[in-house]
């Protein structure tokens, strides 16, 4: 396990600086890394492995999503970086939320405000206008990003305390 850890870290380091038109890998790895940690057992596992989720907060923002989407030069390409993006999207949504609802489980008083900051803004689906947003595949990716950013702000006062 410490093998797999120093090895995805590394990864995580390379990719956290060069993740522009590597979005797709990324966030599989974040997803990989979150996985390892929710392996540890308790709140400080969980709290990680939300953490590992939320470091790709990033990579569906609309800067990510012009460069990745214009690193394809046909149709094609950008159809499929969008089809993975929002697999992976998808995936990552599903995964927060059920990080939220263990770590609400484990002591809600701490998580509650969490997880209802991250309901909300998944109802509220708010997706800044830009003239490429009439595409439905980068609001619904756009959308995903500030449900992410509303769960980081909540994480950033938990785990400052």
Not at 3 to 19: C, D, G, L, R
Not at 96 to 111: I, T
Not at 124 to 152: F, G, I, M, T
Request: one cysteine or more; hydrophobic letters at 35%.
């Amino acid at each position: 396990l410490s093998k797999a850890f120093e090895h995805y870290s590394s990864a995580f380091t390379y990719f956290s600086t060069h993740s522009r038109g590597n979005e797709p890998t990324f966030c599989l790895l974040c997803l990989d890394l979150a996985s390892l940690y929710a392996a540890i057992p308790g709140e400080e596992g969980l709290m990680k492995s939300l953490g590992c989720c939320l470091d790709c907060c990033d990579t569906f923002s609309v800067e990510a999503i012009k460069v990745g989407s214009s690193i394809s030069s046909n149709a094609k390409s950008k159809a499929e970086w969008y089809e993975k993006m929002e697999t992976i999207a998808q995936s990552v949504d599903d995964r927060v939320f059920k990080l939220l609802r263990s770590l609400v489980k484990a002591n809600p008083d701490r998580y509650k405000d969490m997880y209802r900051e991250g309901l909300t803004a998944k109802m509220v689906r708010n997706v800044p206008s830009e003239e490429h947003e009439e595409n439905s595949k980068s609001a619904s990716l756009l959308a995903l990003h500030e449900v992410l950013l509303a769960v980081k702000k909540m994480y950033g006062v938990i785990v400052s305390k």
